[in-house]
């Protein structure tokens, strides 16, 4: 029996897998703005040093998601 190519499969759940993840890092953000309006001053500053850092991976999340779109589209292109 032939083996099964399930690289399609496992595209697509890495896709679904990076999507959840950039929306669950902007619910933090949302989280942790709320908290900074009752935080004191050291608080503040590192809830804002945090969600720099949550900003910049989502950006890098959403490069890499168009990375592999890119990719499928270049290897669908010789099907």
């Given amino acids: ?3 099964q190519d399930n690289s399609n499969h496992r595209r697509s759940n ?3 897998r990076i999507n959840s993840m950039i929306e669950n890092t902007k619910k933090n953000i949302q989280e942790a703005e709320i908290s900074m309006e009752f935080a ?3 608080e503040l500053e590192h809830l804002q040093e945090k969600n720099e850092r949550r900003r ?3 950006y890098r999340k959403e490069e890499e998601k168009r990375g592999k ?3 499928k589209a270049w290897r ?3 099907e």
């Fill in 76 to 78: 669908d292109s010789f």
């Fill in 40 to 42: 004191g001053k050291e």
């Fill in 69 to 71: 779109a890119a990719e």
């Fill in 1 to 3: 029996m032939a083996k």
């Fill in 14 to 16: 890495s896709s679904a």
């Fill in 56 to 58: 910049t991976e989502i």
